[in-house]
């Protein structure tokens, strides 16, 4: 037989494929095992039934006839020649099956943006009907790996927003009103010295020595845990990173003895960080809101609380949903320098009783318990805790990690290698000395990294008669900021007013929809969020009691504003 192409062969119980010297179904009856594999699989409500290499389609009609409607099919070639046959198979499938998708591609990372397309799903289960899949396992076991993580993402995300959205909403308003904007600067151009970024993991020891050394020379960017360990080891930080949204961080600004310094924080932060640190700051917000992400990166609509937050003139700068503080500074970092980036102490795993850098406060801490009886119990804890398991040499070992630490190692991982596509001058240099978790980083002994730091301010002083672009921009007045944050919760109060009255009144329902739309931050952080918008009652009762508790905060933020 000819394997130039897919070949049809009628075997006298429906048609089967033979194509590279490889029959995709039975030779003798090819409808048999895809119906058997339906018909022997439970089918569920939200789930995505992923079909690696539909070929002919076998069974997959079956499957269609029975499906939940909360559930879809998608199915997924990689082969051009055996998708021009499963596209003239499917032609009556994909008219009658909406649920159905049928698509080409040899890179997973886009399967997701279609099963996306096709809903919200709670599990994945892969059917093989045909033995096409056997022709490309290695691409697609990829394809169900990157589906699954990426679902395990959302179940992330949703638990993160139902536990922490109503604060971060909290803090944003709160930040909004009573900020002292006269010390808050637009987010620089660029940082023409090599940047430092340094976590608060048990690496940081190793470099305080050379961090003293090229101090004058660098910019050295802290994430919040790890500035005051810095700070007593006599090394005052450039600016320091702060994310965090509950008041747990506070002690980590202590040691800074009120000395002042840069503060990139998130505008959902608390706004305790904002009093704890002196000196200017540069405002971020994280686009956490379900649907504040828009297709074109450039631009937020004001048809979501955050999107009108960055349309609003203030100075904040959108930033993607990170999650750690240790991956905004690699964000913030790489958007900020002109070629060099140092990392250290971003290790996302750490030796046996050993979790943090000295001098933070989980350090300083146990230190202050220590008896004769007790070292490190805590520290000690978390290393046999569940969970935690042990990284191989090549990942970074033998260290500990857990899968907290991991899914933060795999954003850092994904963070270096976007930015790098972006600005591919940027060199991003380990400082690690081997420990941590393993990164897309270049790694340098201290000797190799000073003799770079030294070579960008020889070049520096060469262009130093020269105009640079300050780490400082000019801003306008503190006035026209606050009339800007004014203005900005006088049309949130207002919007929320209107909204009371639609569901008061309750006759246009599309109104009322569209409302809800606007101000999803009321109910986002509901774990069944999606049922407000579907506007069943018991879910827009809880919706008006948030109205009620929402325009009070919003009448707390104007008074602060106003004084």
């Known amino acids: 037989m000819s394997d130039a192409k897919p070949l049809l062969v009628e075997t006298g119980r429906g048609f089967s494929l033979y194509w590279r010297e ?68 499917s032609v009556d499938l994909r008219s009658r099956f909406p649920k159905l998708k049928l698509i080409r591609t040899d890179i997973p990372a886009k399967v997701v943006q279609y099963a996306r397309s096709l809903g919200s799903f709670h599990r994945i289960v892969t059917l093989r009907l ?60 660029t940082i023409d010295k090599p940047i430092i970024v340094c976590g608060a993991g048990p690496s940081l020891d190793s470099a305080i020595t050379f961090l003293r050394s090229v101090a004058r020379d660098c910019h050295i960017m802290a994430c919040d845990t790890a500035c005051g360990a810095l700070a007593q080891a006599g090394i005052i930080v450039d600016s320091v990173v702060c994310l965090e949204g509950q008041i747990h961080n506070i002690p980590d600004f202590l040691p800074l003895n009120r000395k002042k310094t840069v503060l ?44 009108r937050l960055a349309n609003s003139g203030m100075p904040v700068r959108p930033v993607p949903p990170l999650g750690s503080v240790g991956v905004l500074a690699l964000h913030l970092a790489g958007q900020l320098a002109s070629r060099d980036i140092f990392v250290t102490g971003l290790d996302f795993s750490f030796p046996p009783g050993r979790t943090h850098c000295s001098g933070s406060p989980v350090a300083i801490g146990e230190y202050r318990k220590q008896t004769r009886l007790y070292r490190n119990g805590i520290r000690w804890a978390v290393s046999h805790r569940e969970g935690v398991y042990k990284l191989e040499p090549g990942m970074g070992g033998p260290v500990l990690c857990d899968p907290a630490l991991a899914m933060y190692a795999g954003l850092a991982r994904n963070e270096i290698i976007t930015l790098v596509k972006g600005k591919p001058q940027l060199r991003f240099h380990d400082l690690r000395q081997g420990q ?128």
């Open 22 to 89: 490889r029959w995709l179904y039975s030779r003798y009856d090819p409808l048999r095992n895809p119906l058997a594999a339906v018909r022997g699989c439970t089918l569920r409500e939200q789930t995505l039934y992923l079909i690696p290499s539909p070929c002919l389609c076998h069974g997959i009609e079956e499957l269609l006839s029975l499906l939940p409607a909360s559930s879809a099919v998608l199915c997924v070639e990689t082969m051009e020649e055996l998708m021009a046959v499963a596209i003239v198979q």
């Open 130 to 189: 045909s033995q096409g899949w056997s022709l490309d396992t290695d691409l697609y076991a990829a394809i169900e790996r990157v589906l699954n993580e990426d679902m395990a993402t959302q179940f992330r995300n949703r638990i993160t927003l139902a536990r922490m959205g109503r604060l971060w909403v909290k803090n944003l308003i709160s930040n909004v009103a009573g900020i002292p904007w006269d010390a808050v600067l637009r987010f620089p151009e």
């Open 264 to 307: 990139f924080a998130d505008i959902s932060a608390h706004p305790a960080s904002f009093r704890a640190v002196e000196g200017k700051k540069v405002l971020v917000s994280s686009q956490w809101l379900p649907s504040s992400l828009p297709a074109d990166k450039d631009t937020l609509s004001d048809q979501t609380l955050l999107g």
């Open 436 to 563: 941590g978790f393993s990164l897309p980083l270049e790694a340098v002994s201290y000797e190799t990294a000073a003799k770079i730091v030294a070579s960008s301010a020889a070049d520096r002083a060469k262009t130093a008669g020269r105009q640079r672009v300050s780490a400082e921009p000019k801003r306008n007045s503190d006035n026209d900021y606050r009339k800007m944050a004014r203005d900005f919760l006088q049309a949130e109060f207002a919007s929320i007013g209107r909204l009371r009255q639609e569901l008061k009144n309750g006759k246009d329902r599309e109104c009322l929809r569209a409302q809800l739309k606007r101000l999803e931050y009321l109910f986002a952080h509901f774990p069944d969020s999606e049922r407000v918008l579907s506007l069943e009652q018991d879910a827009l009762n809880r919706v008006a009691a948030e109205v009620a508790y929402w325009q009070h905060r919003f009448e707390i933020a104007l008074e602060i504003n106003a004084g």
